[in-house]
């Protein structure tokens, strides 16, 4: 190896590891939103479950997903590296790959949370992730980008699966898991009248949830970027192309949002506009290499109304309560991102390889989520008691109030 050589590969590990240690943003980006839009008197328990459950996923994946979705031989897992020798092959690519895989299933991790705050026991949550973290995520991955959807396998139509910063393994699954907890534990108190009519449970905090869309921005791409280098083997000077493509689906994605709810409520949602904002980053993950900026824009545009139009279809005609728009954002939002990429890059071939992606998710992903959780429920059961989510989650199960200073319970919270 020449010294421009070795200069050359030093500057691309130092890149590819700083757009890695940007991806812990979106972690705490998405924990922000997630307390945000749910209730004050379950704030602290929000953000104390977000930790938990990182803790957990990442150290089960460390102790047995990661060798399910196939990585079993780098030196840090017990491998044959020893002495100084193996202390340097720990920093091979695909070392540094394990640690961006790391920060992705924490990310995965926190989406279900969203989806069932207010109610969901921490001893639970971290329960599930355990089956997340150690069997649905891996599986997917694997499938995804090492076996029959992986570069390797064109799926006999030309064309391999193609899903580079996350949308369907990331994104999709953890909304998919999200999907199956809204629909085991049901909805919050208060939440439906006896008519089946939601009531609107405003967003405690809207500060939280836009400053964490601002991290979340940072985070995604890094994440993105990294994905690109890593996953698809892409050269550095994509990180370009890969940063716009996701600035542009993020901020075409919340401008529909704030249009639609402008123009249905005539005045623009702070609280959707955020999930939209949102639901433009997980759209941009899929494609971030191989749309052009101006298909990136119109997916966005696309990611912005479906998780609008999604949220108000999930919690008025199916009755599924989702506090955080998780499903929306991250499931909906996820599979038009696995979608964009077949109708803007591809052709019908590509089309063809991105739908049978999405089949695999909802045909074996969704009732694997599904069916494991509700098995899970049988011992761990998911759901506060009706007293303790009264009283509030910060109260019930960590005994102090996010903000004890101030009056947090409403008074149709405080009857039977």
């Known amino acids: 190896m020449t010294p421009d050589t070795a200069e050359n590969s030093r500057l691309a590990f130092a890149l590819c590891l700083t757009f890695i240690l940007m991806v812990p943003l979106a972690i705490a980006g998405l924990a922000l939103i997630n307390t945000g839009l749910g209730r004050s008197r379950s704030a602290a328990h929000a953000m104390t479950s977000s930790l938990c459950v990182i803790s957990v996923a990442v150290l089960v994946y460390f102790a047995w997903g990661f060798?399910?979705?196939?990585?079993?031989?780098?030196?840090?897992?017990?491998?044959?590296?020893?002495?100084?020798?193996?202390?340097?092959?720990?920093?091979?690519?695909?070392?540094?790959?394990?640690?961006?895989?790391?920060?992705?299933?924490?990310?995965?991790?926190?989406?279900?949370?969203?989806?069932?705050?207010?109610?969901?026991?921490?001893?639970?949550?971290?329960?599930s992730t355990v089956l997340f973290a150690g069997c649905i995520y891996p599986v997917y991955a694997r499938l995804a980008w090492r076996q029959f959807l992986s570069p390797d396998v064109k799926l006999g139509l030309g064309h391999f699966f193609i899903d580079v910063g996350g949308s369907g393994v990331i994104q999709v699954t953890g909304g998919l898991t999200a999907l199956s907890l809204a629909w085991l534990l049901g909805p919050?108190?208060?939440?439906?009248?006896?008519?089946?009519?939601?009531?609107?449970?405003?967003?405690?905090?809207?500060?939280?949830?836009?400053?964490?869309?601002?991290?979340?921005?940072?985070?995604?791409?890094?994440?993105?970027?990294?994905?690109?280098?890593?996953?698809?083997?892409?050269?550095?000077?994509?990180?370009?192309?890969?940063?716009?493509?996701?600035?542009?689906?993020?901020?075409?994605?919340?401008?529909?949002?704030?249009?639609?709810?402008?123009?249905?409520?005539?005045?623009?949602?702070?609280?959707?506009?955020?999930?939209?904002?949102?639901?433009?980053?997980v759209a941009s993950s899929a494609g971030c290499a191989s749309l052009k900026p101006a298909t990136a824009v119109l997916t966005g545009f696309v990611a912005g109304a479906l998780v609008v139009l999604a949220i108000e279809f999930l919690e008025f005609t199916l009755k599924i309560d989702d506090p955080c728009g998780s499903v929306s954002v991250h499931a909906v939002a996820g599979i038009w991102g696995l979608l964009a990429v077949g109708i803007f890059s591809g052709g019908l071939g590509q089309l063809l390889a991105q739908l049978v992606g999405v089949a695999t998710l909802l045909g074996f992903v969704l009732p694997l989520t599904y069916g494991l959780n509700w098995l899970l429920g049988r011992f761990i059961p998911h759901r506060v008691s009706v007293d303790g989510e009264r009283q509030g989650l910060d109260l019930h199960e960590l005994g102090a109030d996010a903000y004890p200073e101030f009056a947090v319970h409403a008074d149709e919270f405080m009857q039977r």
């Open 188 to 281: 919050r108190r208060g939440k439906y009248s006896s008519n089946g009519m939601p009531a609107a449970i405003p967003a405690h905090n809207g500060v939280f949830v836009v400053f964490g869309c601002m991290l979340a921005w940072i985070g995604w791409m890094g994440l993105n970027s990294a994905s690109a280098i890593l996953y698809a083997w892409l050269p550095i000077e994509t990180s370009v192309l890969v940063a716009v493509n996701t600035t542009f689906s993020a901020m075409a994605a919340a401008l529909t949002a704030a249009a639609i709810t402008r123009i249905r409520f005539r005045k623009p949602d702070a609280s959707l506009i955020a999930n939209g904002w949102v639901g433009g980053l």
């Open 67 to 127: 060798a399910i979705q196939g990585y079993p031989d780098l030196t840090f897992f017990g491998g044959a590296g020893h002495g100084t020798d193996g202390m340097r092959s720990t920093f091979a690519p695909a070392a540094i790959a394990a640690l961006l895989a790391f920060f992705s299933v924490a990310l995965a991790s926190l989406i279900p949370l969203g989806a069932a705050s207010d109610r969901w026991r921490i001893s639970a949550a971290c329960a």
